[in-house]
Nanobody, 118 residues
Framework: QVRLVESGGGLVQAGDSLRLSCAAS????????MGWFRQAPGKERESVGS???????NVADSVKGRFTISRDNAKDTVYLQMNSLKPGDSGVYYC????????????WGQGTQVTVSA
């Protein structure tokens, strides 16, 4: 059974930093592209960024220069380091594991709340 468990969310002030973690189990973590998404109330879920199994990182333009993604394959964990947080960064942050071979494998975590006060 695949599980993705996010942690590290909370209430912070604008300008603060947070580091989210997503611990994976039940899959061969090193073979998956790991992504972070977020969803604010009343808005669609949007991609924050991803890190491939080879370590290639992509981040959304809206967070470029402030957020970075890393992974530790020895710990089956992916991280989202968020700096210079803004109120617009508030939302539920989700972790995703994705792999496409002869079929697609796509798993999501339950999310962690991030609230940035002005």
């Amino acid at each position: 059974q695949v599980r993705l468990v996010e942690s590290g969310g909370g209430l912070v002030q604008a300008g603060d930093s947070l580091r989210l973690s997503c611990a994976a189990s039940g899959l061969i973590f090193s073979q998956y592209t790991m992504g972070w998404f977020r969803q604010a109330p009343g808005k669609e879920r949007e991609s924050v960024g991803s890190i491939s199994k080879n370590g290639t990182i992509n981040v959304a333009d809206s967070v470029k220069g402030r957020f970075t993604i890393s992974r530790d394959n020895a710990k089956d964990t992916v991280y989202l380091q968020m700096n210079s947080l803004k109120p617009g960064d508030s939302g539920v942050y989700y972790c995703r594991a994705e792999r496409t071979t002869w079929r697609s494998f796509d798993y999501w975590g339950q999310g962690t709340q991030v609230t940035v006060s002005a």
